[in-house]
C-alpha cells in the first residue's frame, strides 16, 4: 500500500483521460500518418503520441516522484522503480488505434496506477461515445461519476455476450472453440477491438465476461481488469480464478459465469493443444 490519495490520483487522470478524448475526437491521420510498428497491421500515430506526451506530463508535474510507463515511449526519463509512497502508471493513448485509423469508433484512452498492492486506480475513457469508467482499489467502480452495482445477478449464459480481442491479427489458442461452445450455449461473441473497453464493459454490465487469450501488454488490461473487479466480477485464467491480473491470458466474469466460461476456455485450449492425427 502507498499511503498516498487515491482520489487525487484518480482526478488528475481522469482530467488528462478527458483532454485526451478531445484531442483524439479532433484529429484525423494525415499523410504518412499512420506508420507501421512491429509489423503489419500495427499502428501508431502522431495523435497516439500527442495524447501519450500529454497525459505522461501531467501526470509527472501532479506526482513528480512516480514513474510513468507508456505504450509509445516506455518508461520515464530517469524513472526507478516506483518505492514507498510511489505509484507506476501505465498508459494507453489509444487502444484501438486500428479503429482510429478506419475511422470506427471503438477507441479508448486507458491510464493505470499500480502500487506495490496492485492495480490501484483505473481510467478506461471511451473516446467517441464520450464516457469515462473509472475505479479506486476498495472504493467500487463508476461511470461517468455514477457509481455500478456489484456484479451478483445469477441470470446464466443463455442469451449473454462474451467479449473477446485478437492477438494481434490472429486468434489465439481454443479461441474459435470457447467461441463455438459458448455459441451453443446461445451465448454470442463480440470482437471490439480495444482490450480496455472489453474489460470496462462487463464490469459495466454490459457482456457477461471477456477472455483475452492472446498477446497484450500491462497497458492494455490493468485499468479495464480493476474497473471490472471493483463492480464485483471474478478474475481468471484458464486454470483458475487469480488475485492478481495475469499477463499470460485473463479473463473477467461475472460471479454465476465466470467458473463456466474459464473452464469452456481451459478445454478449448486443451483441445488445440492435442496433437493431430
Not at 506526482?63 to 505504450?71: K, N, Q, R, S
Not at 497497458?219 to 480464478?241: N, P, R, S, T
Request: aromatic share 6%.
Amino acid at each position: 500500500m502507498t499511503g498516498r490519495d487515491l482520489g487525487a490520483a484518480l482526478g488528475v487522470a481522469e482530467e488528462a483521460a478527458r483532454w485526451a478524448q478531445r484531442h483524439i475526437t479532433s484529429r484525423r491521420p494525415g499523410a504518412g500518418d499512420p506508420e507501421e510498428k512491429a509489423g503489419p497491421g500495427d499502428w501508431v500515430t502522431s495523435v497516439d503520441r500527442d495524447v501519450e506526451d500529454h497525459i505522461r506530463s501531467a501526470l509527472l508535474a501532479a506526482f513528480p516522484g512516480d514513474v510513468v510507463i507508456g505504450e509509445e515511449a516506455g518508461a520515464s526519463a530517469g524513472a526507478a522503480p516506483a518505492g514507498d509512497g510511489q505509484l507506476t502508471w501505465y498508459i494507453d493513448p489509444i487502444d484501438g488505434t486500428t479503429n482510429f485509423v478506419h475511422g470506427l469508433p471503438g477507441v479508448s484512452v486507458s491510464i493505470a496506477a499500480v502500487d506495490a498492492a496492485g492495480p490501484a486506480v483505473g481510467v478506461v475513457h471511451d473516446v467517441y461515445r464520450d464516457e469515462v469508467f473509472s475505479a479506486v482499489r476498495g472504493e467500487g467502480a463508476r461511470v461517468d461519476g455514477v457509481a455500478l452495482p456489484s456484479r451478483g445477478e445469477q441470470v446464466g449464459l443463455r442469451g449473454g455476450l462474451l467479449l473477446t480481442e485478437w492477438s494481434g491479427l490472429r486468434p489465439w489458442p481454443g479461441m474459435y472453440g470457447l467461441i463455438t461452445d459458448l455459441q451453443d450455449q446461445f451465448t454470442a461473441t463480440r470482437i471490439l477491438g480495444s482490450c480496455a473497453l472489453s474489460l470496462a464493459s462487463v464490469g459495466a454490465g454490459r457482456a457477461a465476461g471477456a477472455v483475452l487469450g492472446g498477446h497484450y501488454n500491462p497497458w492494455d488490461v490493468l485499468a479495464g481488469a480493476l474497473i471490472a473487479v471493483e463492480a464485483g466480477c471474478v478474475v481468471f485464467d484458464a486454470d483458475g480464478v487469480t488475485d492478481d491480473v495475469p499477463m499470460h491470458g485473463l479473463g473477467v466474469a461475472r460471479p454465476d459465469v465466470a467458473e463456466a466460461i474459464r473452464r469452456a476456455w481451459q478445454e478449448a485450449r486443451a483441445r488445440d493443444a492435442e496433437p493431430t492425427p
